[in-house]
């Protein structure tokens, strides 16, 4: 990944930009660790000095909530505080309902809610969460969803909220034809999303009636951007399926190949290609067709064969484009509001003027959460990385990676087929030869697949 070249000395790592100081002032930030050392070892000091006391030290349970609001990845911290609950817990069993443990429930519950604002993929904020939810005596299980489902709009790729959504939604009831609905929204906006793609997958078992509507999303997705792995590990779940006939892998390797011989600069979509008018009619068609770009496609030929015809991709393209912006294309820089500008300029203004600050400190000293100055500083070509040459690519590099995943494909297609006919076992074995050459660094790996096939041929002639 390529970092902005603002400044030769400085870079990103783990969530805080460093910088090459002077030894006056690692000596300041050596002295400010210190400090901080102190008072977090104290703490803890002091929790397990006082953890075995009944009633808790009100002390400690304040002195561990500032040290997991600055680190909420602390276990032994949450553990401390689950002791402290189940202590009033104990005290009020004789009550029908007691407010002091509502109250006091409620109060653990916005603790997490702040920790997750600073890290929403704290692990033990997560858990913790949920564990006192099961023992609130009134439970807000749709606020639960309602939040998680906001959550989910601003960071759709944080597995910890698909992971608790699907702990909710056991709670509540939620239909699955919404669930589904929900889950094909988020990735019809964004389909590079592998905890999207895997949460979709825990919904329900695949069966002849849903298979197709499966294969036609994911193909979708594979055909917008061919190079992004996520949709391919779907992909591959899919075909595990013994419910995908032979007949529609045959059929699923014909597109594979026609995706491969492809001009490499049509792999893309490029919605420029075409003139408002055909955009319009391309819409209108993929409307009637029920949004099935495989029909729309078809249905475009019939009507206008003598018009360059578009990939099944472009539809979904101009669909989403016209849904998100109002328009056939997306436009270069689309901003909310006027807040969203003044927060980026705020934080690109703090970070310019002292490159060591925090994630942490410029989303607490704006009050914005540290997903959302993440998010700004990789607009702006900030990366979570130094320059590595492996993390380079290379002229052609982007078509290779594209050659592998087809080539990958179509051998999981022949898995089964080459069992029955000698013509696939055949392609299987051209295929991983192909791979060895792509792939040298598991070269190995390929060539035992490679002599599980030749058996294979061997048995079937």
């Not at 609950?85 to 109250?103: A, C, F, G, R, Y």
């Not at 919404?178 to 078992?205: A, D, M, P, Q, V």
């Not at 598991?442 to 058996?455: I, V």
């Amino acid at each position: 990944m390529l970092q902005k070249k603002v400044s030769t000395k400085i870079y990103f790592k783990h969530g805080r930009l460093k910088v090459r100081s002077t030894e006056e002032q690692k000596l300041l930030k050596q002295k400010e660790q210190q400090e901080k050392l102190k008072a977090y070892r104290y703490a803890m000091n002091q929790v397990a000095a006082t953890r075995k006391e009944y009633p808790f030290n009100k002390h400690s349970l304040m002195l561990c909530a500032q040290v997991l609001t600055v680190n909420p990845d602390v276990y032994t911290l949450w553990n401390y505080r689950k002791e402290v609950v189940l202590q009033q817990i104990e005290m009020s069993k004789d009550k029908e309902v007691d407010d002091v443990l509502i109250t006091f429930l409620e109060n653990e519950i916005k603790l997490t809610e702040q920790c997750l604002l600073d890290n929403p993929k704290s692990y033990s904020s997560w858990h913790h969460r949920y564990w006192i939810l099961q023992r609130h005596p009134k439970p807000n299980w749709q606020h639960e969803f309602n939040l998680i489902t906001k959550y989910l709009t601003l960071d759709d790729r944080n597995f910890h909220c698909w992971d608790y959504r699907r702990l909710i939604i056991n709670k509540i009831g939620i239909s699955l034809c919404n669930e589904l609905n929900f889950s094909t929204e988020r990735l019809n906006i964004n389909f590079s999303n592998y905890s999207s793609w895997h949460y979709r997958s825990t919904l329900r078992k695949l069966d002849s009636e849903c298979l197709e509507e499966e294969l036609e999303l994911v193909q979708n997705a594979v055909f917008t951007d061919p190079n992004d792995s996520s949709a391919w590990f779907y992909f591959r779940w899919i075909l595990s399926d013994p419910n995908v006939t032979n007949e529609k892998q045959e059929e699923l390797l014909e597109s594979l190949t026609q995706l491969l011989e492809m001009d490499p600069d049509c792999k893309c979509n490029n919605t420029k290609m075409y003139n408002n008018e055909e955009k319009r009619d391309m819409l209108s068609i993929f409307y009637s067709s029920n949004r099935n770009t495989t029909i729309a496609s078809t249905r475009y030929l019939q009507m206008y064969p003598e018009r360059q015809q578009p990939h099944r991709s472009i539809f979904l393209d101009l669909d989403r484009n016209l849904v998100a912006y109002g328009s056939f294309t997306k436009p270069h820089n689309v901003h909310a509001n006027r807040n969203f500008n003044e927060n980026r300029q705020n934080i690109l203004q703090m970070i310019n003027n002292n490159p060591s600050t925090s994630t942490r400190e410029v989303a607490s000293e704006l009050n914005l959460s540290q997903s959302r100055v993440w998010r700004t500083l990789h607009q702006n070509r900030f990366k979570p990385y130094k320059i590595h040459v492996s993390h380079t690519l290379l002229p052609g590099d982007n078509l290779r990676r594209l050659e592998y995943w087809i080539l990958m494909a179509k051998c999981w297609l022949t898995g089964s087929l080459y069992l029955t006919d000698n013509h696939f076992a055949e392609k299987r074995i051209m295929d991983y030869e192909k791979l060895k050459e792509l792939d040298p660094l598991r070269s190995g790996q390929y060539s035992d697949y490679l002599e599980c096939a030749k058996k294979a041929k061997s048995c079937a002639v």
